[in-house]
């Protein structure tokens, strides 16, 4: 199946996020006509050991291609979302209104820290109507399976690796570590019958049947 999204979101709760989740699908899919936006809800940098993580980010994306114009940062502060369910929507009833995606990209529903459960509520809220996958942050989903497989290439596996390497906050935890992102990948890629491949679980697909 041929996919595609006019205007593409990915929303993260914190610096990181995405690029786990996403990395390698964004430095696919930046070398293509594709509008897009990466949207991380906080800067996780309340939290004194955290202070650094803006700035990786930046410098993560960066090598993911992400120009600065394209990443944004909410206002919300980490490990207490659930707090702020209603300010979250609304946060994203405006972005649906001044971005109008037609592809999101947000916390799978298997994840269980609070920040990304939430996110993933209010995400399914706020989109009705609008196709939403879930990706995979593995150090805090339990369960998680993919049923939406994207094919990716080693260049862009590569890529990803690269820009995690930016995180020189996280550079000892286990969820960083080169092989294991690349190990994830090529177990999709398994999955899908190629070499390497980007998983999400499917929160809600809207489509229209077409002959071509």
């Known amino acids: 199946m041929n996919f595609f999204g006019k205007k593409v979101l990915f929303l993260g709760a914190h610096p990181d996020d995405i690029e786990i989740g996403c990395g390698a699908l964004i430095h696919h899919i930046v070398k293509q006509r594709t509008d897009f936006l990466c949207v991380t809800l906080s800067e996780n940098r309340k939290i004194p050991d955290l202070i650094n993580v803006k700035d990786e980010h930046f410098r993560s994306m960066k090598v993911l291609g992400v120009p600065e114009d394209k990443i944004a940062f909410g206002p919300f502060i980490t490990r207490v979302f659930p707090d702020a369910r209603q300010e979250i929507l609304e ?63 080693e260049e862009d596996v590569n890529k990803k690796i690269e820009a995690l390497a930016e995180y020189e906050t996280y550079r000892d935890r286990y969820y960083f570590n080169a092989e294991l992102t690349r190990s994830i990948m090529m177990r999709h890629g398994a999955l899908a019958e190629c070499p390497f491949a980007e998983g999400f679980d499917i929160l809600r697909i809207v489509g229209k049947f077409g002959e071509n």
């Open 91 to 153: 946060y994203f009833l405006k972005l649906r209104k001044d971005f109008k995606p037609d592809l999101i990209f947000t916390h799978s529903k298997q994840d269980v820290h609070q920040d990304h459960n939430t996110m993933t509520d209010e995400s399914l809220r706020a989109f009705r109507g609008i196709t939403v996958l879930g990706y995979d942050v593995v150090r805090s989903s339990y369960g998680f399976f993919p049923h939406f497989l994207v094919e990716v290439t």
